[in-house]
T-cell receptor, first 114, second 114 residues
Framework: GENVEQHPSTLSVQEGDSAVIKCTYS??????FPWYKQELGKRPQLIID?????GEKKDQRIAVTLNKTAKHFSLHITETQPEDSAVYFC?????????????FGTGTKLQVIP | DSGVTQTPKHLITATGQRVTLRCSPR?????VYWYQQSLDQGLQFLIQ???????AKGNILERFSAQQFPDLHSELNLSSLELGDSALYFC?????????????FGQGTRLTVV
């Protein structure tokens, strides 16, 4: 299978608090896990990604953790700011016959309350 | 600017009609992906092309078809349009057909079927 489940679907946090979004994938062959941010009316843009040979990756206030055994990966945003408000999508592309097939999670709408 | 260009930005048409959406990938990118995003919904993968050939197919309706031309631009054709086809259609490109590369999204074409 190639489904990607993403939770929660909506998340409201107070400014300065942390936010965590989790994705679970089913295809054990997946080895690259990007996170995209889509602001209202705009295109999705990559914010961070992680490869299967790494358990954690951090970039300033955002981090991604990967648990290959449990087949889940999470996005962590610390010290949230109003500009973090957006929809976040995880993805689990996988090779299918040597080519890429990308499955996105259903998205998490994050609202940061000032 | 991601380097991926989609035209037109907006399209309004009547039910039963046919439209063509166009995508120019980033310079040098060989893979093109098409996604459908309905209102407040996630990104549904439609189809992928790599260097002119179809590589992967998602939940693409039979009324929809696509192709990638020798200059690597791609077109998504939607026919016998229904009200439910109203959505934002994104094109994305990446350098290769493998799973471990970032996808760059265009700004999308908003299709409204009336």
């Amino acid at each position: 299978g190639e489904n990607v489940e993403q939770h929660p679907s909506t998340l409201s946090v107070q400014e300065g608090d942390s936010a965590v979004i989790k994705c679970t994938y089913s295809d054990s062959a997946s080895n690259y896990f990007p996170w995209y941010k889509q602001e209202l009316g705009k295109r999705p843009q990559l914010i961070i990604d992680i490869r299967s040979n790494v358990g954690e990756k951090k970039d300033q206030r955002i981090a991604v953790t990967l648990n290959k055994t449990a087949k889940h990966f999470s996005l962590h945003i610390t010290e949230t700011q109003p500009e973090d408000s957006a929809v976040y999508f995880c993805a689990a592309p996988r090779n299918s016959g040597g080519y890429q097939k990308v499955t996105f999670g259903t998205g998490t709408k994050l609202q940061v309350i000032p | 600017d991601s380097g991926v260009t989609q035209t037109p930005k907006h399209l309004i048409t009547a039910t039963g009609q046919r439209v063509t959406l166009r995508c120019s990938p980033r310079s040098g990118d060989l893979s093109v992906y098409w996604y459908q995003q309905s209102l407040d919904q996630g990104l549904q993968f439609l189809i992928q092309y790599y260097n002119g050939e179809e590589r992967a197919k998602g939940n693409i309706l039979e009324r929809f078809s696509a192709q990638q031309f020798p200059d690597l631009h791609s077109e998504l054709n939607l026919s016998s349009l229904e009200l439910g086809d109203s959505a934002l259609y994104f094109c994305a490109s990446s350098a290769f057909g493998t799973a471990n590369t970032e996808a760059f999204f265009g700004q999308g074409t908003r299709l409204t079927v009336v």
